[in-house]
C-alpha cells in the first residue's frame, strides 16, 4: 500500500527532494502537499525523514557506470566514483549540508550509471534485459575492507532511550565488544553523534549484568533498509567503565560464535579478491618500476621482480651490475609524459646498447620523442633494429601512494593470536623507503623478431649517424641506488635452489662454447651463457662441469644431457633439467644430490630471506591497488578451458570500457565476443594444455574491430586471435573496418598456473573454515580450477605502424577512439 502511494506521487517525491536541507523544507512541504490526505501526507513526511538520515555507506562505482572511476575521500572515509558522480556528490552534499540516504541515493542513480541506462533502454524497448547466465567473474582487486573485532550475527531484544523517548523497542543483528548494529522502525529518527542508552534486555532475563541505566552508545551511521526498518550502527563510549560487564560480553561472545556464527561478508570477499591477486602478480611479465621524488627530481628508487620479468631488470642492468633504469626513466623523459592529461600516461619505449671499450651504453627514445624528430626517427629505429639488444617496450605511468603500501588482512584482531601482529603498517625502515614514492612505472617488453625485421628496413641517411648521440645516456660515476625486491610468494618448485657459480662447457651439435652456473638443484640448473644462444626449448644439450669434475672420481661429470626448459630474452641465460633418457640414473642428478646432501651448511639458498622484512609486501600492495592492465583467468572445467574471470584495477583498461560501454562489468560479464570460446578450443588450448607453471608465458594477439554505434556487444565486436608474432593475417579485418570503426590491438601474455598461493591467504582461510566449512572448500575449490593466468596490454599504435595502412586514416581512427574513451572514462 504505502509503496503504490509512493508510486503515485513519484513526480511529488521527487520535487520535494530538491528542497531537502532548505530551512524552509517544512513550510515548502506544507505547501505542496496541501492536496494530500492525511496518511498520504504522513507517509510522505516519512520518506523525506529516511532521505535526510546521515548514512556511512561506502560508494563503489567500479564497474557500475561508463565513466573512469577513481578514488575520493570525504571525511577520511575512501570512496570510488567518476567525474559524473562526485559532481552529483558535491552538489547534494551542498544541498543537504550532510552525507545522508539522499546523497547516496542521487550518486547512485546518476545519469551514466548501468542500471539506469539498461532501465531506460528496457522502457524504450529497444534492449532485451540484461542476461543472467553471465558466467565470468568480474574481481574488483584490493577493494576489501578490514574489521577492528568480530561481529557475531546475534538477534537479542533490546530497549533504546534518547532525549525524551524512553525504552524503545528494538533487536540486534550483530554485536561486538565495541559495538552493535540494531534494527529500528524508522519513525524513530536518529543522527550520527547522537549519544543513546541501550538495554540488552534479551540478555538480562537470563543474567544478571547490573546495568540499570543501560550502556552509553555513540550513532555512528543510519542505513535505510526498507521503509519500515533502519539500521543503525553504534559504537560504545565507555563511559560505564565497567570491566565486570566488558568481561562477560567478550566471553559470550566468544563462547557462542560458533552457535550464532560470525559475520564473514567481509572475509569471503576478500578470500576471493587476494585469491585472483596471488596468481596475477607473480606472473605479470612486466616489470614494476616505483618512481621517488626529491629535491624535485624523479628517479627510479624500487622495483618488484618475479621469474616472469626479472630478464627486463637484467636487460637494464651495465657491466658494472649497475642497474640504469636511472638513464631511460630520467627526470625529463618523466616530467614529459606526466603532461599527458589522462590517468594512466602511456607511451612507447625503443632501446638498444652499444658495447665499447667492455661498457654497455643505452640509447632510448619514446615515440612521441621520435614523432618530434622525423629527420632522426627512421634513424634512430633501422639503426637500433639492427642490434641484438634492440627492445620495445609499453612505457605506463600510474599515481601511488605510500599509504597504499598497507593493506591489512580482512581479520579484526580478536580473530587470533597472530593476527593482530600481521594487520601492523608496514614497520618504520619499510615506510623510510616508500615515503617519497609518487608514481609506479609499468615497463612491458612487447617488441618480437617480426616487427624488428621491419625496422630493419628503414631508410635512413648514414651521414647522420653521429646524431644518434642524442638518444645515448653517459654513465653516471654514483648512480641513484636502485633497490630491487624480488617478489616474495609460495615456492612452488619440487627441489631447492642452490647458489653456486662453476664453469660449464655446452654442446649441441657441432656448437660449443662456455658458461657458468647461477643455481642449482636435484633435478636441474640455471646457466648463464657468455654469449647468446640459438637453439630452442626442447632441445637436448650436452653439458660438462671441469671444475667439479676436479673434486670427483666417482661420478663422470661430462656430456650430460640436459633439457632445455626456458630461456631468458637476453638468450643467454638458459634453464635446464636433467634428461632422462635411459633406466640407468643420471649421472648429474646423482653428483648434485651427493654436493647438497654433504654441503647443506655450506651452499646458500637462492630463495633468500628478504633484504627488508616487508618491503615486498608493501611494494605488492602498492602495485595491486594501482593496477591498469586487463587481468585474464582461465578456468579448466573437465578437460576444456573456459574464461573464469578477469580482474578490474584501479585504472579501466579500454576493454574495461568497452565491457562498461555494454553494461558488462558488474559483479558478472561475457568476454565471449572479445575472446571467442573458438579462439579458446583452437588457438590457446592447445598451445598452454601441455605446459607447465615453470614455462615464460606464451604471446597471443588479440584484433579488435569495435563499432560503438551498435546497441548489441555481440554485433559491435569482430575479433581474431593468433599465437606469436606475424599478425600480417589481420590486416584485411582491420582495412576493412579503420575508416568507421575502432581498432584495438592487444597482446596476451598466458601462463599456466600451479597450485593456489594458500599460504598467502591461510589465514582467512582458517577463519572462514572454523565457521563455515563448507564456504571455505568451496572458496578454495575455485581457486584450485585457475589453470591459466594473462595478462592483456593494449599494443595499438605500435601494431598498426607495422601493418599496411592508410597514415591518415590511423590517426582519424586514433582521435575518434580517444573521443570515444575519454567520454567514457
Known amino acids: 500500500m504505502a509503496d503504490d502511494i509512493m508510486l503515485k506521487h513519484e513526480d511529488l517525491v521527487n520535487e520535494l527532494k530538491q528542497y531537502l536541507g532548505n530551512t524552509k523544507f517544512d513550510m515548502i512541504f506544507k505547501s505542496k502537499t496541501a492536496e494530500l490526505t492525511k496518511p498520504e501526507q504522513f507517509l510522505m513526511k516519512m520518506e523525506m525523514s529516511r532521505l535526510s538520515q546521515p548514512v556511512a555507506r561506502f560508494v563503489d562505482l567500479r564497474g557500475l557506470v561508463t565513466g573512469h572511476v577513481k578514488p575520493y575521500e570525504h571525511n577520511g572515509k575512501q570512496h570510488f566514483m567518476d567525474d559524473t558522480a562526485i559532481e552529483v556528490f558535491e552538489k547534494a552534499l551542498e544541498q543537504h549540508g550532510e552525507y545522508t540516504l539522499a546523497v547516496y541515493e542521487a550518486v547512485m542513480n546518476t545519469e551514466n550509471n548501468h542500471r539506469v541506462l539498461q532501465k531506460k533502454a528496457i522502457e524504450k524497448a529497444e534492449l532485451p534485459e540484461l542476461n543472467d547466465s553471465l558466467d565470468t567473474d568480474v574481481i574488483k582487486f584490493a577493494s576489501y575492507e578490514s574489521r577492528r573485532e568480530e561481529r557475531m550475527n546475534y538477534s537479542i531484544k533490546v530497549t533504546i532511550t534518547y532525549d525524551d523517548k524512553k525504552n524503545i523497542a528494538a533487536s540486534t543483528s550483530d554485536i561486538s565488544l565495541s559495538g552493535c548494529k540494531v534494527k529500528l522502525v524508522t519513525r524513530h529518527i536518529l543522527k550520527k553523534g547522537q549519544l543513546i542508552a541501550m538495554r540488552l534486555v534479551g540478555l538480562e532475563q537470563d543474567f544478571e549484568l547490573g546495568l540499570k541505566n543501560g550502556i552509553q552508545y555513540e550513532v555512528v551511521a543510519v542505513e535505510n533498509i526498507s521503509r519500515e526498518y533502519n539500521h543503525i550502527r ?78 627486463i631488470q637484467r636487460y637494464f642492468t651495465d657491466e658494472r651490475a649497475i642497474p640504469c ?33 667492455g661498457k654497455i651504453y643505452y640509447y632510448s627514445a619514446t615515440r612521441s620523442e621520435l614523432e618530434k624528430t622525423p629527420e632522426l ?34 581479520l579484526p584482531n580478536s580473530a587470533g593470536e597472530n593476527i593482530e601482529k600481521l594487520n601492523k603498517p608496514p614497520s618504520p625502515r619499510v615506510e623510510g623507503l616508500v615515503k617519497d614514492v609518487k608514481y609506479i612505472v609499468v615497463l612491458t ?36 641506488y636502485l633497490d630491487i625486491v624480488a617478489l616474495e610468494y609460495v615456492n612452488l618448485r619440487s627441489h631447492k635452489r642452490y647458489l653456486y ?72 641465460t638458459i634453464n635446464l633439467k636433467a634428461s632422462r633418457v635411459s633406466d640407468f640414473p643420471h649421472a648429474g642428478v646423482t653428483f648434485f644430490t651427493q654436493l647438497i646432501e654433504n654441503n647443506k651448511d655450506k651452499l646458500k639458498v637462492s630463495e633468500e630471506a628478504p633484504k627488508v622484512e616487508g618491503l615486498s609486501t608493501a611494494l605488492r600492495n602498492m602495485v595491486t591497488k594501482s593496477v591498469c592492465q586487463f587481468p585474464l583467468y582461465l578456468h579448466k572445467e573437465a578437460a576444456h578451458f573456459k574464461t573464469g574471470a578477469i580482474g578490474f584495477g584501479l585504472y579501466a583498461s579500454p576493454l574495461h570500457v568497452i565491457l562498461q560501454n555494454f553494461g558488462l562489468l558488474s559483479n558478472k560479464t561475457d568476454l565471449s565476443s572479445i575472446l571467442t570460446d573458438e579462439q579458446i578450443i583452437n588457438v590457446i588450448s592447445p598451445h598452454i594444455k601441455d605446459r607447465s607453471r615453470q614455462d615464460p608465458p606464451l604471446a597471443f594477439t588479440i ?55 594458500t599460504d598467502y591467504l591461510s589465514n582467512e582461510l582458517k577463519y572462514v573454515s572454523q565457521y563455515a566449512m563448507h564456504k571455505a572448500k568451496d572458496l578454495e575449490k575455485a581457486l584450485w580450477s585457475v589453470a591459466g593466468v594473462g595478462d592483456v596490454v593494449d599494443i595499438t599504435e605500435e601494431a598498426l605502424s607495422h601493418l599496411d595502412l592508410n597514415q591518415q586514416q590511423i590517426e582519424q581512427m586514433g582521435r575518434r577512439k580517444l573521443i570515444w574513451l575519454n567520454r567514457l572514462r
Not at 563510549?237 to 563462547?255: C, M, P, Q, W
Not at 614494476?288 to 627510479?300: C, E, G, Q, R
Not at 630520467?330 to 658495447?355: M, S, W
Not at 662441469?545 to 626448459?565: A, C, G, N, R, W
Request: positive net charge; proline residues 4%; aromatic residues 12%.
Open 377 to 410: 626517427s627512421s634513424l634512430f629505429l633501422s639503426f637500433g633494429s639492427q642490434k641484438e639488444s634492440w627492445q620495445c617496450f609499453k612505457l605506463q605511468i600510474m599515481p601511488t601512494h605510500p599509504d597504499d603500501s598497507y593493506i591489512p588482512l580482512s
Open 325 to 357: 633504469l636511472y638513464n631511460v626513466l630520467n627526470h625529463q623523459r618523466i616530467t614529459q609524459l606526466l603532461t599527458q592529461t589522462t590517468a594512466v600516461k602511456e607511451d612507447y619505449l625503443y632501446t638498444f646498447t652499444h658495447v665499447s671499450s
Open 234 to 311: 553504534l559504537k560504545r563510549t565507555y563511559v560505564e567503565n565497567n570491566e565486570a560487564f566488558d568481561r562477560f560480553l567478550k566471553s559470550f561472545i566468544h563462547g557462542n560464535k560458533r552457535r550464532y556464527k560470525v559475520n564473514l561478508d567481509n572475509t569471503l570477499d576478500a578470500v576471493v579478491s587476494k585469491g585472483y591477486e596471488q596468481y596475477y602478480i607473480p606472473r605479470v611479465t612486466s616489470l614494476y618500476v616505483f618512481l621517488s621524488k626529491k629535491d624535485d627530481h624523479y628517479y627510479p628508487s624500487l622495483s618488484l621482480t618475479t621469474e616472469n620479468n626479472i630478464f
Open 703 to 757: 584484433a579488435i574491430n569495435f563499432d560503438p554505434r551498435k546497441g548489441d556487444i555481440k554485433e559491435a565486436i569482430t575479433s581474431q586471435c593468433v599465437l606469436g608474432e606475424d599478425y600480417s593475417g589481420f590486416e584485411k579485418q582491420i582495412s576493412q573496418g579503420i575508416k568507421s570503426d575502432l581498432i584495438f590491438v592487444m597482446r596476451l601474455y598466458l601462463s599456466r598456473t600451479g597450485r593456489p598461493d
Open 501 to 572: 657459480k662453476t664453469a660449464a662447457k655446452v654442446t649441441l651439435g657441432d656448437i660449443t662454447f662456455s658458461g657458468y652456473t647461477r643455481d642449482f638443484s636435484v633435478m636441474g640448473l640455471q646457466l648463464e651463457c657468455e654469449q647468446p644462444i640459438t637453439f630452442k626449448k626442447g632441445d637436448i644439450i650436452l653439458l660438462s662441469f671441469p671444475d667439479l669434475q676436479k673434486i670427483t672420481k666417482k661420478h663422470q661429470l661430462s656430456e650430460l644431457k640436459y633439457e632445455v626448459m626456458a630461456i631468458g630474452k637476453s638468450f643467454t
Open 445 to 480: 617488453s612487447i617488441g618480437n623478431a617480426v616487427e624488428q625485421e621491419q625496422y630493419k628496413k628503414l631508410n635512413y641517411d648514414k651521414a647522420l649517424v653521429n646524431q644518434l648521440k642524442h638518444f645515448g645516456h653517459a654513465k653516471h660515476q654514483t648512480p641513484p
